[in-house]
């Protein structure tokens, strides 16, 4: 079986990172894969060149004035490698795909990872034209409801996958026994939350006074460092909020932390908060996208309403002074992971699901 995955952006985001993570699984299923990116690369095509995967740009961005050339280099393309499927994830590659693959009877299963399909003007664009998808992949039961309530009964053909990670053993911690570092991994954008995570760290600080040695690491780059920068300042929290920039070895990363915090006003279902607890790290987390479907608060993780610095703050405070509980929790939170959220799963549902599709009854694996 060949499957061309089509992706909106090679950039360093969570779906793109997921996509090159899980086509080893795949090939060791059988799948001849092949990836297709909209823009004119990046991280994405930059890891196929290494691992002698077949990829192809269309080049649509950054200029936009190219469209119809996209859509015949992308016609060209299908004809040339002729996949039995293609998985696409974004809007704007998914549009392009439905309309280009009609024609080639090829079948398009349209993966829906976060909250790009649910905004503006795109629901309806959706309703319009979801006769032309074979199947949708959703990556929580919550985008699963959501995508329902714009189709309708136009297509209930809808099967959710959760994202995977990889499947380690429990690294030997590199936190220290007289210091609490906390710690976030994610691109510095708007919807991450950090204005609230810094609040609730400043307030945090405030009551701890000077019994705790503490810091917060921070792993991403993005558009707001310089603000972000400035906030750190304006807080009291210089010295104590330090942001790393990009961290490749993110296993090392998490396995210095004694917490991993996850701010957040939007999510899909957030490969590094996976990861965290993959490590056996204790997390506290917003209730937003597919997160409540993975941490049960209290039990293996805390959960909190997005928005809110004081009971954030009030989380972090219960961790740091409750270390057993916060072990036993992060325990727990690892065999959830290794249960449900694996890459080996992960490439092994999507694998049945498009062999089905692939076989005209998607109907069958619709759940």
């Not at 006769?131 to 039961?141: C, D, G, R």
């Not at 921070?218 to 104590?240: F, H, N, Y």
């Amino acid at each position: 079986m060949t499957v061309l995955i089509f992706l909106s952006s090679s950039g360093l985001g969570g779906r793109e990172l997921n996509t090159i993570r899980l086509i080893p699984y795949l090939r060791e299923h059988g799948v001849a894969v092949k990836v297709l990116v909209l823009d004119s690369g990046g991280y994405v095509t930059e890891k196929c060149a290494a691992a002698d995967i077949d990829f192809q740009c269309l080049g649509l961005w950054p200029s936009r004035l190219n469209v119809l050339v996209v859509f015949w280099r992308f016609f060209l393309i299908l004809l040339r490698k002729g996949p039995d499927l293609i998985q696409v994830y974004g809007f704007q590659a998914s549009i392009i795909c439905r309309f280009v693959a009609l024609p080639l009877r090829i079948k398009v299963v349209v993966g829906i990872v976060g909250n790009g399909h649910f905004i503006g003007l795109r629901p309806l664009a959706e309703r319009l034209t979801c006769k032309l998808v074979s199947h949708y992949i959703t990556n929580s039961l919550v985008a699963k409801e959501r995508l329902l309530q714009i189709v309708g009964s136009h297509n209930r053909d809808i099967t959710v996958i959760y994202n995977g990670v990889a499947e380690i053993e429990l690294p030997r911690t590199n936190a220290l026994d007289d210091y609490f570092i906390s710690g976030t991994v994610g691109n510095l954008r708007p919807e991450k939350g950090y204005d609230v995570l810094f609040k609730a760290l400043a307030l945090t600080k405030v009551k701890l006074g000077d019994r705790v040695n503490w810091t917060h690491l921070i792993a991403g780059e993005g558009v707001l460092r310089e603000p972000l920068t400035a906030m750190i300042s304006d807080l009291g929290l210089t010295g104590q909020v330090i942001l790393l920039g990009r961290v490749d070895d993110v296993t090392g990363f998490l396995s210095r932390l004694n917490v991993f915090i996850l701010s957040s006003y939007t999510e899909g279902l957030p490969n590094a908060m996976l990861e965290a607890m993959m490590v056996g790290r204790c997390v506290i987390a917003t209730m937003v996208g597919g997160i409540p479907e993975i941490v049960a608060d209290g039990d293996n993780g805390l959960l909190v309403e997005p928005g809110d610095p004081e009971n954030l703050s009030r989380a972090l405070l219960t961790v740091i002074n409750n270390p057993q509980w916060r072990e036993n929790m992060a325990m727990r939170g690892r065999d959830v992971v290794l249960t449900k959220f694996t890459l080996h799963k992960q490439a092994e549902e999507s694998v049945k699901t498009w062999r089905a599709v692939g076989q005209l009854n998607a109907k069958e694996v619709s759940r």
